[in-house]
């Protein structure tokens, strides 16, 4: 299937409704408008497919949730009698025309808007959720690593930064995850290191992003600290208060926070 075919596009119908019940919608206005072009409820009937009966019901229900005639009969002559709108009714099929009109108008630039639409969706369910992990991150899987018991899952997430996670090869399965898949990655702030210089050494943590010091709230045990990332996400982590002592942290300062692979956890929106 071309990807055409699969784009998210919008749809939507213009109902009048009166005290809670339907009046009509385009369905019943295209009766009224035949009525008006074929001056006959029989032909216009036909017109938009409906039964004698049925048009008349239709037309019998207009009229009394309106509270006045839409639809009158005409006195019969050589011819036989007629109907034909009312300047009520009339009305009516013009300002309802003018409202789905605009009513398209709007559809069609919400579905322009769909991809974003459908992003912002993402976010918001991914908000509701609800868990004890301070760090939670939205993304997109960028690469997927197979391995005999495990796999290694690269989460593409705000500002350009990338998490790796390593999760058993059931669990990839179970969500479903493939490169281009949505997900979202958990982190506990227990599980993040803070480092402020490396000097070139060498660590065995997967994820080591960088960062400025936004915030750093001390406590009675540990120091909450935020990290600022670039592009726009932070990351929190608790510092024991000897630690964060040890290291001089200060907001505004550089920092380098690790953590293993092994303690991402990955999710898939519900």
């Given amino acids: 299937m071309a990807d055409e075919d699969k784009e998210l596009a919008l749809a939507g119908k213009v109902w009048m409704t009166v005290g809670g019940r339907q009046l009509g919608g385009s369905d019943r206005v295209a009766l009224l408008a035949a009525v008006a072009e074929h001056g006959s409820i029989t032909k216009a009937a036909k017109a938009v497919k409906l039964s004698y009966k049925g048009a008349w019901d239709a037309v019998e229900a207009m009229n009394n949730l309106a509270g006045e005639p839409l639809v009158e009969r005409l006195a019969g002559g050589k011819g036989g009698g007629g109907t034909r709108l009312t300047a009520r009714g009339a009305q009516l099929v013009e300002n309802f025309r003018l409202v789905e009109r605009e009513h398209r108008m709007f559809i069609e630039h919400l579905s322009r808007q769909s991809h974003a639409l459908a992003d912002d969706f993402l976010l918001i369910q991914t908000m509701k959720m609800k868990t004890s992990a301070r760090n939670q991150f939205s993304g997109v899987v960028s690469a997927l690593k197979r391995g ?123």
């Avoid at 995850?177 to 803070?194: E, N």
């Avoid at 050494?201 to 750093?216: D, E, F, H, P």
């Avoid at 953590?259 to 898939?268: P, R």
């Fill in 148 to 270: 005999a018991v495990n796999d290694e899952i690269t989460l593409d997430i705000v500002g350009g930064q990338r998490l790796v996670a390593i999760i058993t090869r059931d669990s990839t399965d179970s969500l479903g995850l493939r490169v281009g898949a949505d997900a979202f990655a958990l982190v506990k702030a227990s599980s993040i290191i803070v480092a402020t210089a490396l000097d070139g050494g060498r660590v065995s943590a997967r994820n080591q992003l960088k960062g400025t010091i936004s915030r750093l709230v001390p406590g009675a045990v540990s120091a909450d600290v935020s990290i600022a990332l670039p592009g726009g996400g932070t990351l929190g982590a608790s510092v024991s208060l000897e630690g964060g002592e040890a290291l001089g942290l200060a907001e505004g300062m550089e920092v380098t926070a690790l953590f293993k692979a092994s303690s991402v956890i990955v999710g898939v929106p519900g």
